[in-house]
C-alpha cells in the first residue's frame, strides 16, 4: 500500500506564486513516476507535470516555463513551484505515484490540495 500526503497550496493573486509538496510512503517502487494533476470545477481532471524517478520531467503546454517540479531531497518527494499563476490554474491539486509503464490508474493519488488564484 502506498500513501501519498500533500501540503502546500492556498489562495493567491493573479501573477504570485505558490508551491505544493507530496511525500509518498508504503511501498514504493524504485522506478517510478511522481505527478501532479489538477481538476478544476466542472472539468475533467489534467495533467500538470511529471517526473520520474531519474529526473526526466513533462509538463503541460499550459503551465511550461512557469511551472517547475523536482525531486524532494527526501526520497519520494515531490515539489512543485508554481510561478505567474493565472485564475485559469485554480483548482484542487493531486499528487499521483505510479510504476514506470503502468497506466495511470493503476498508481496512487493523494486527498487533493486546492490552489485559488484570484484575478
Known amino acids: 500500500q502506498v500513501e501519498l500526503v500533500e501540503s502546500g497550496g492556498g489562495l493567491v493573486q493573479a501573477g504570485g506564486s505558490l508551491s505544493v509538496s507530496c511525500a509518498a510512503s508504503g511501498n514504493i517502487f524504485s522506478i517510478n513516476v511522481m505527478g501532479w494533476y489538477r481538476q478544476a470545477p466542472g472539468k475533467q481532471r489534467e495533467l500538470v507535470a511529471t517526473?520520474?524517478?531519474?529526473?526526466?520531467?513533462n509538463y503541460a503546454d499550459s503551465v511550461k516555463g512557469r511551472f517547475t517540479i523536482s525531486r524532494g531531497n527526501a526520497k519520494n518527494t515531490v515539489n512543485l513551484q508554481m510561478n505567474s499563476l493565472k485564475p485559469e490554474d485554480t483548482g484542487v491539486y493531486y499528487c499521483h505515484l505510479r510504476q514506470i509503464g503502468v497506466p495511470l490508474a493503476y498508481g496512487y493519488w493523494g486527498q487533493g490540495t486546492q490552489v485559488t488564484v484570484s484575478s
Open positions: 517526473i520520474t524517478s531519474v529526473g526526466s520531467t
